[in-house]
């Protein structure tokens, strides 16, 4: 490593502004009077400290695959005061399964949704936004470039980059089309519920917070389609919690799921179980079905 300049100093300098800025935001978190928006502004900053990590941890492991190739293992784990195997380790690319969403740049899209109070106006509902955090921390950890959009009511036009659309056809036309694309399963309403039906066998399931006793439990609709050389991943819960519950398992079994179903087209339905917008569990209810 070049002797002519002093990294570590530099290396110092850096991390003691980063710490001091966080210090500062903290320190007029906690100087703000009402707890409400002290509030806003600590959930404000947590979502940045989310985003921060993200992107260092993609950053931190292309840095140390060039750092290795450039100066050799023993040399970057003496340097960083890791073990050579924990260099190893983040330095690895990402597993061959992020091919699942795609490559490069996947947008991902969630619904705006029409609040009526004293006039009509769109707003994000606290799972769909959870939803889209859980994503983009998955999509980033797999070297991805995430770009969030979000998907209004008349919204009918499919996606033309790879991306993931969570919307279910009650919110949005764009959910309908897609579903029209499904040979195996599909999205029905009847008797003021909406239900996911098995094509072959007219199978269907509710949501358990549908039932006459509710439970703090979901289901959702995900699938995987191959459209015109780009990747659509399709999520819709029967409610907006149920999509998150199907992000959860995507971040958690995704390798297991590639392993089944590699990069052609399926759908599958997905449970889970909540503590308001916590995730408890989340399983494969049925499927996966190949197209």
């Known amino acids: 490593m070049s002797e002519d300049f002093d990294y570590e100093d530099r290396v110092a300098e850096i991390v003691g502004r980063f710490r001091a800025a966080g210090a500062d935001a903290m320190a007029a978190a906690k100087d703000l009077d009402d707890p409400l928006w002290r509030a806003r502004l600590t959930q404000e900053l947590f979502g940045v400290c989310q985003a921060v990590g993200t992107k260092s941890t993609r950053l931190r492991r292309r840095s140390m695959a060039e750092a290795v190739a450039a100066h050799g293992n023993d040399a970057v784990a003496r340097a960083l005061r890791l073990t050579p195997g924990r260099v190893s380790q983040l330095a690895n690319d990402p597993a061959k399964h992020r091919v699942f969403f795609g490559s490069g740049t996947v947008r991902v899209g969630y619904p705006l949704r029409q609040l ?157 179980t909540h503590d308001g917008t916590n995730i408890l569990t989340s399983e494969l209810v049925a499927g996966p079905f190949p197209w």
């Open 116 to 272: 009526s109070t004293d006039r009509e106006r769109p707003v994000i509902a606290a799972e769909d936004a959870a939803t889209a955090n859980t994503l983009a921390t998955l999509l980033e950890g797999l070297d991805l470039e995430v770009d969030r959009i979000t998907i209004d009511p008349g919204h009918s036009a499919l996606p033309d980059t790879d991306s993931i659309v969570v919307c279910g056809p009650k919110s949005a036309p764009i959910a309908a089309r897609l579903l029209e694309r499904d040979p195996a399963l599909a999205m029905v309403e009847d008797g003021g519920r909406w239900w996911i039906e098995e094509t072959a066998s007219s199978t269907r399931r509710g949501s358990p917070a549908d039932q006459p006793e509710p439970r703090q439990a979901d289901i959702a609709y995900l699938a995987r389609h191959n459209i015109n050389g780009r990747v659509v991943v399709h999520i819709a819960g029967i409610h907006s919690i149920g999509s998150l519950g199907a992000a959860h398992y995507l971040a958690a079994n995704l390798p297991t799921l590639f392993s089944t179903t590699g990069t052609a087209p399926f759908s599958a339905i997905i449970g889970c």
